[in-house]
């Protein structure tokens, strides 16, 4: 096989992974989400590849339809994207159903992904690493998980991106499929397990204010709680949220209004 | 605090909420509270107020973009306010709480106004004009930024003290000691938010397990823990290695 010509510089990978990394949340809208951030950080590549005014055209309402995954994992849909775009240039027949199917198939799998490794796991376990030191003033809990998350979700999604591009769309399930990712994402989501009960268990507090008298004592009702089981309360209401929002669908913010009204219902009885 | 402050407090704000820099933490309460110290000179006493208000959103993570409750605009609401009134930072979460309920109000009209840049990028990508569909999303969105959220959170931080100071006078004590027990409950939501999204069944009871662990041994530092948690998750790849390797990621 002869070595295929490449159309794209280095330089327009990594500038249109910049473009994506810097702005894929930018103009997200409820009606198409991250479409639009999709192709205008691709546009230049595609203006380059489609010298063609109606190829050109085309491109850019294939990639006007609905996009939505997260943006660190989801990088490995763009640089195949760009890998497929470039083989279609080159006259490859590679049609429209093709790429949308690829986009549209991959962005859920990979959101799934990287809202468990990025959001769920590195960025809680790192805010959590520094909140000690925020709690004692330190100017340095608001920079370090700054420059700690962002290097390490960067780092990822500039891997994805040009992984991406380099085995293009044969490989991707390969890719999904290998163990190690696999064993990657079931280790992270045991430690944002492990870590999400650390932290609960520090954050969340709710006790119990009434008293009430034993043998001519005086004590609270919480302090029988303690004696079953510490963090009783704090743990249930974690779970109940949990139960509402995983098995009724219930919004969060309805969950939110729920709190605030138990709570403030619960302080004018002197509940809490 | 002087005008200049409040505008250079709104664009801050405005920018930590934009929706750049995707995953970088710009949209946390540490962060929020350090450059709000910056610009108000008390950095330490900033990171205390910051703390408080980031414990109650520990877990929150934003799946699929939507924001439960934003944690951004209640740090650029309370953490001022808190400084120039010496307010206890448990008073300070007691004004996040609802000013993060107001935040999510703010991401709604930021969202429905971008639907109309998306029609505009549909205009131009029939004419072939890639310039076009960069500016609406790069420009126009960030554009529209002044108006939604620079102007409004300007205003609001400039008058909050006094606002918020008359408010204090007048308001029951039962309703502050309400809001300072839904700050109590509110990390909750967070982390049950959290769990929903990463949890498959079978690694709940690691959850469990940290959660009572920390009960009764509440000394031990976080990053022992962390150490600790590897540790597990090492064990639990090694022990369902053909399982896991077997079901694929998809």
Known sequence: ?272 | MTIIQAIILGVLFCFCRMGILYTWPKNIPLFGALLIGIVLGDVPQAMIIGAAIQAIYMGVIQPGGNIPTDQVLATFIAVPIALQSNLEPAVAVTLAVPVGLLGVLLDYIRRTVNAAWIHMADSYAEKGNTNGIMRAHFLYPTLALIGIYIIPVAIAIYLGPNAVNAFMEIVPDWIMTGLQVAGGILPALGFAITISVIGKGNVIPYFLFGFFLFQYASQVNTIAFALFGMFLAFLHITFTKNKTEEAGAL
Not at chain 1, 133 to 147: E, K, Q, T, Y
């Open chain 1, 1 to 272: 096989m002869e070595q295929k010509e490449k159309l794209l510089t280095k330089k327009d990978i990594r500038r249109s992974w910049m473009y994506w990394l810097g702005t894929c949340e930018l103009s997200n809208s409820f009606e198409r989400l991250q479409t639009l951030a999709f192709a205008a950080c691709l546009a230049p590549i595609f203006k380059k590849l489609y010298k063609d005014d109606e190829e050109l055209k085309l491109a850019l309402k294939r990639h006007l339809t609905f996009f939505n995954t997260e943006g660190i994992w989801g990088s490995l849909i763009h640089g195949i994207v760009i890998a497929m775009e470039e083989e279609r240039a080159r006259g490859e027949d590679i049609s429209d159903e093709m790429i949308t199917g690829l986009k549209t198939g991959f962005m859920g799998p990979l959101a799934g992904i990287g809202d468990t490794v990025d959001w769920g796991t590195i960025r809680p376990i790192v805010i959590g690493l520094f909140l000690p030191l925020a709690s004692a003033g330190s100017w340095i809990a608001g920079l370090g998980p700054f420059v700690i998350v962002s290097l390490i979700t960067s780092s990822i999604s500039y891997y994805l991106w040009h992984l991406g591009y380099r085995v293009g769309r044969k490989s991707i399930l390969q890719v999904l499929k290998d163990g190690r990712i696999n064993q990657f994402i079931t280790a992270s989501s045991v430690l944002g397990m492990f870590m999400m009960g650390i932290l609960s268990s520090q954050y969340v507090k709710i006790s119990l204010k009434p008293e009430i008298v034993v043998n001519n004592e005086t004590t609270t009702i919480q302090s029988y709680v303690d004696q079953i089981l510490p963090g009783l309360l704090p743990v249930t209401a974690v779970f109940i949220m949990y139960y509402l929002i995983r098995y009724r669908k219930v919004k969060y913010t309805n969950i939110l209004l729920g709190v605030l009204a138990i709570s403030l219902l619960g302080a004018l009885i002197g509940l809490f």
